[in-house]
């Protein structure tokens, strides 16, 4: 049954890198332009963001942006991130604040899709135990410790589950440990599922390519999880959204139009 969501996919930056990060062992010395999306999901019960990009601050401050993201160069160039691409900003042209979302669930916790957080306090954030367990440990580059300051306060989940009618998580891992996806469904048309860095590109979908970064170098459990979310969408004739592939979001709605 279609549940009418609408989904907003919201632009919070742009980031250029070796496309070896996205496409495993492929894209050696190709450098590729890459949307850092969020998505603003309206139900008949509520309002969820999937992701919620970067820590402005750290990059709009010259010596926290030195300290974060120079140790990325080359392979990585720091975000360009504009002030109107925070989400408070987008929210406001839709006449909201941040005590109108329900629930701020984050895919994984690399910098570019959980450090907008601290734009959002007071909301209620949905996380894997697994990927807050892998993140503490320090071991992943991708993430910035200090976002993780909160993490007390959050809501955690352990697998699958349904955030709201119409709204399903589901497990993706293999990029990070916990990593989550959503299935979506729509009032019209075909549900959506909003692959997050399960699949950066097109390609790794079409190809089947692991990211190039792979939790514990397990390129077989990210491959597991690509070839999961392919055999839903063709279960559930429902769309599948890479998260990083420049292409296919500038074919999407521009904000403030939606996907509904």
């Known amino acids: 049954m279609s549940r009418g969501l609408k989904i907003w996919p919201l632009l919070t930056a742009t980031i250029r890198y070796e496309k070896t990060i996205s496409t495993r062992n492929r894209g050696h010395g190709k450098f590729i332009d890459a949307p850092i999306l969020a998505y603003l999901i309206e139900t008949t019960n509520g309002r969820i963001l999937y992701d919620v990009g970067c820590d402005y601050r750290k990059l709009a401050d010259p010596r926290l942006r030195r300290k974060y993201y120079d140790p990325m160069r080359p392979q990585v160039e720091p975000p360009d991130?504009?002030?109107?691409?925070?989400?408070?900003?987008?929210?406001?042209?839709?006449?909201?604040?941040?005590?109108?979302?329900?629930?701020?669930?984050?895919?994984?916790?690399?910098?570019?899709?959980?450090?907008g957080l601290c734009d959002l306090p007071g909301c209620e954030v949905h996380i894997q135990a697994d990927e807050l367990a892998?993140?503490?440990?320090?071991?992943?580059?991708?993430?910035?410790?200090?976002?993780?300051?909160?993490?007390?306060?959050?809501?955690?989940?352990?697998?699958?589950?349904?955030?709201?009618?119409?709204?399903?998580?589901?497990?993706?891992?293999?990029?990070?440990?916990?990593?989550?996806?959503?299935?979506?469904?729509?009032?019209?048309?075909?549900?959506?599922?909003?692959?997050?860095?399960?699949?950066?590109?097109?390609?790794?979908?079409?190809?089947?390519?692991?990211?190039?970064?792979?939790?514990?170098?397990?390129?077989?459990?990210?491959?597991?999880?690509?070839?999961?979310?392919?055999?839903?969408?063709?279960?559930?004739?429902?769309?599948?959204?890479?998260?990083?592939?420049?292409?296919?979001?500038l074919n999407l709605p521009q904000f403030p139009a939606w996907v509904g």
């Open 81 to 115: 991130a504009r002030e109107e691409q925070r989400i408070p900003h987008y929210l406001a042209q839709l006449g909201l604040g941040p005590s109108d979302i329900d629930v701020v669930f984050i895919g994984h916790l690399h910098f570019d899709h959980a450090g």
């Open 134 to 249: 892998a993140a503490r440990t320090g071991s992943d580059s991708g993430v910035f410790a200090d976002e993780l300051r909160n993490a007390d306060q959050w809501t955690i989940q352990t697998g699958e589950y349904l955030v709201t009618p119409g709204v399903r998580a589901i497990a993706s891992p293999g990029h990070t440990a916990g990593h989550m996806s959503l299935f979506l469904e729509l009032s019209k048309g075909q549900p959506v599922i909003l692959c997050g860095d399960a699949a950066d590109l097109s390609e790794n979908l079409m190809e089947e390519i692991a990211p190039g970064y792979c939790w514990q170098e397990n390129e077989a459990l990210a491959l597991a999880s690509l070839r999961k979310l392919k055999t839903l969408a063709r279960k559930e004739r429902a769309q599948l959204w890479p998260n990083h592939d420049m292409n296919f979001f």
